[in-house]
């Protein structure tokens, strides 16, 4: 019964993926606890390099493969991603709350389905590439959308050294190649550089212990599912 699932699954990504003709949207995942410049500018790059018409921050509820503590309410990361992606071509979504999904594999797959105009592509750090054979069913992650990996400084050498890496090297593709949505498949996987950004959430926090506390006291709406996402004070 699993095995006539994943086909049906992979028969539906494929049929879709001959349909899409709309927007080309990067999505970014992650905690953004907080979210910082650094999101920002990786993003807007990757977003230039790959002709992207926008991209969707998704704010995770909860990372499986993140200790829960020192994470700060949804709310609270949410606040500080609607934050950093003003004036910006970036839409912050905690959809998988509403989806009710826990892995990006699941989420994906829904995704596809909900929004079977939709082109997108996957954007990790080359710290996420580094694990990326531990996230659930990673390969067939890579079977429903094409990959851009964005240099981070210190990461590097683990994240082509990766168990993942050894599987995705033969998708390699050149960033041409990436630049026509039309032809995109998948697996499929690019590699983009640019100058480091050192800033990290981690280093935010040990500077600012108090940062969740005051975003808590705002609310902002989801810019894709379009629900409010409540504040401390709602």
């Not at 970014?28 to 230039?48: C, E, Q, V, Y």
């Not at 709350?97 to 596809?112: H, I, K, M, N, S």
């Not at 990461?155 to 041409?176: E, N, Q, T």
């Amino acid at each position: 019964m699993a095995g006539a699932r994943h086909r049906a699954g992979a028969a539906l990504i494929r049929q879709t993926g001959i349909r899409r003709a709309g927007p080309v949207t990067g999505l970014l995942g992650g905690s953004f606890n907080p979210a910082h410049g650094g999101h920002r500018r990786i993003t807007l790059f990757a977003m230039d390099a790959l002709g992207l018409d926008e991209a969707w921050w998704m704010v995770s509820p909860g990372n499986p493969l993140k200790p829960s503590a020192g994470m700060a309410p949804l709310p609270a990361r949410f606040e500080s991603a609607v934050r950093q992606a003003r004036r910006a071509r970036i839409r912050v979504t905690a959809i998988e709350r509403e989806l009710g999904t826990r892995y990006t594999v699941d989420t994906l797959r829904a995704l596809l389905r909900r929004y079977p105009r939709r082109r997108f592509v996957w954007l990790m750090g080359a710290d996420n590439l580094a694990q990326f054979h531990q996230w659930r069913h990673w390969r067939d992650l890579a079977k429903m959308l094409p990959i851009a990996v964005i240099a981070r400084p210190g990461y590097d050498g683990a994240a082509f050294a990766s168990p993942a890496m050894a599987w995705l090297g033969k998708y390699r593709r050149p960033l041409s190649r990436f630049r026509r949505p039309e032809r995109w498949s998948a697996p499929a996987l690019v590699t983009l550089r640019f100058d480091p950004d050192t800033r990290s959430a981690t280093a935010i926090r040990r500077a600012d212990p108090d940062w969740a506390r005051r975003s808590l006291n705002r609310s902002s709406r989801d810019a894709v599912t379009h629900r409010l996402i409540p504040g401390s004070d709602h």
